[in-house]
């Protein structure tokens, strides 16, 4: 059994030269966490490589720190998100001397090499989005993005993805409102979900109510996919799921509700996935007003390029914001 973790993201939002330092250093304290000292500098120099991309080529941006994994297979992943003119040439800007500079690396192809695991997105007029992975490449292909609110410290959303032998297993909570009491109710359904990872999602989401009726509640969904793609989902309250492919997007059904509150019933509904379909849930930080119809090509590119996507181009910038893709 596979853990792939749910705390919330580190957000540094690179507007200014010092905030480049600031971020390298704390990419390199997570690194440090769990990485010897050869895969921690790897670590530090792809951050300081995509916080100066960020400043120096998109006029500023994000960079999303975050862990993923479990003890004995960690990884750590780096997201360059910005709004910024876009790279008509992908792959010139990928090549050896086209340089942030300033740095010890050789810019976007420096960072690629670094890294186990990478993938770019750009559009000109539109940005650009980074993904770097270090550490352990995960089995399943998976992306997350999980920030909180600006200006609080705890995120209000959590999610977890637990893989094991027969089923993969996915939740998304979103506690009621945003800082610590959120986080505290969204912990809480996390937990009622690691009970039993692969459960049916009714039954996850029973347990969770209960967990939770000691907080202020809050919403949740949860799936369960069978190796075979059949998929059971059931959800309390607003967050939103869809199966999405090439060819269409299938909203999953929630129903009205708070968990941690009574609820009449939770109603389990049946879904089969089909090749190369993506589940998508997210929490009401996004907007639900979404669609791949207009750029298809995305749905080529790595589940956490695609979150990303989601989250800069239909976060509501009001509320915590969680959105998982798993393929």
């Known amino acids: 059994m596979k853990y792939r973790g749910y705390s919330a993201q580190q957000r540094h939002v690179i507007d200014d030269d010092s905030k480049v330092g600031e971020a390298r250093r704390a990419a390199q304290t997570l690194a440090n966490l769990d990485f010897d ?8 120099i792809a951050a300081t490589e995509l916080a100066n991309n960020l400043m120096r080529h998109a006029g500023g941006g994000e960079l999303l720190l975050q862990l993923l994994g479990d003890e004995d297979s960690p990884t750590l992943e780096l997201l360059a998100i910005d709004r910024g003119p876009g790279m008509a040439s992908v792959e010139r800007c990928m090549s050896d001397g086209y340089s942030t500079g300033g740095t010890t690396g050789t810019g976007l192809g420096a960072v ?14 539109a940005g650009t ?57 969204a912990q809480e359904g996390i937990d009622a979900f690691m009970v039993d990872p ?7 989401l029973l347990r969770a109510t209960t967990a939770m009726s000691k907080t202020r509640g809050g919403a949740g969904a949860c799936a369960r996919i069978a190796r075979d793609g059949t998929m059971s989902y059931a959800g309390i309250g607003n967050i939103a799921g869809n199966l999405v492919c090439a060819e269409r997007s299938q909203g999953l059904t929630s129903h009205n509700g708070t968990l941690g ?10 879904y089969q996935r089909a090749p190369g379909s993506l589940l998508v849930m997210h929490s009401d930080g996004l907007s639900a007003r979404w669609t791949f119809k207009d750029r298809p090509e995305i749905l080529t590119h ?24 798993l393929a």
């Open 37 to 44: 000292a050869e895969l921690s500098g790897r670590v530090t």
């Open 112 to 125: 690629r090499r670094l890294a186990n695991e990478f993938d770019i997105h750009s559009a000109p007029g």
């Open 129 to 185: 989005i980074v993904m770097a992975r270090f550490g352990v490449t995960p089995a399943a292909r998976y992306g997350a993005v999980s920030v909180p609110l600006a200006g609080e410290v705890e995120c209000g959303d959590a999610w977890c993805i637990i893989e094991g032998p027969d089923a993969t297993g996915v939740i998304v909570v979103d506690g009621l409102g945003h800082g610590s009491f959120a986080a505290e109710a």
């Open 198 to 204: 692969f459960a049916q999602p009714q039954d996850t």
């Open 261 to 270: 509150m009574p609820l009449r019933r939770i109603q389990q509904l049946e």
């Open 302 to 325: 790595h589940p956490a390029i695609i979150a990303a996507l989601l989250y800069r181009e239909h976060g509501r910038s009001r509320d915590d914001a969680t959105v998982v893709v």
